[in-house]
């Protein structure tokens, strides 16, 4: 059985961590069954009660594992940190704020199937993100799409 990882950059999460882990693992009981699944935190120093949560959550589930940063480093050094520790066949990185429907796993995982090596989301609309903000996600997605 082929294995996804998801990989989830967190920081001060501690209101979304339980919502987002239950809507992932409801989703992959109804649409992911063919799949194992591994979920990788990397909480990004956070100064709430995310290191505490995902601690917790570690402990009464094998699928999930974290990594906690001792400072605030950034989402793309936690990205590539939980890219690093990935050990599944496809890794997809979503937030754990929820602003990425996780049912969309399910739809990249398809286009993964028919033979793509890469499949990327997007947001249609970036909300009430700053313009720089915008750019420079743009810029780094642009630049790991490339590797």
Not at 16 to 30: H, P
Not at 61 to 80: H, L, P, Q
Not at 81 to 102: E, I, S, Y
């Amino acid at each position: 059985m082929k294995k996804i990882s998801i990989i989830v950059p967190c920081f001060n999460e501690e209101e979304t961590i339980e919502l987002f882990y239950k809507a992932v693992k409801d989703m992959w009981k109804e649409k992911m069954t063919s799949y194992e699944a591994e979920l990788v935190f990397i909480d990004d120093g956070s100064k709430d009660r995310t290191h505490e949560l995902l601690k917790q959550l570690a402990a009464k589930d094998e699928e999930v594992r974290y990594t906690s940063f001792s400072r605030n480093f950034g989402k793309e050094a936690a990205i590539f940190c939980g890219l690093k520790q990935a050990t599944g066949d496809a890794a997809v990185v979503l937030d754990a704020d929820l602003q990425h429907p996780v049912a969309t796993i399910a739809d990249m995982a398809a286009k993964w199937e028919e033979g793509y090596k890469v499949v990327e989301g997007f947001k249609k609309n970036r909300g009430k993100e700053k313009k720089t903000h915008g750019f420079f996600a743009g810029l780094f997605y642009g630049l790991i799409s490339k590797h």
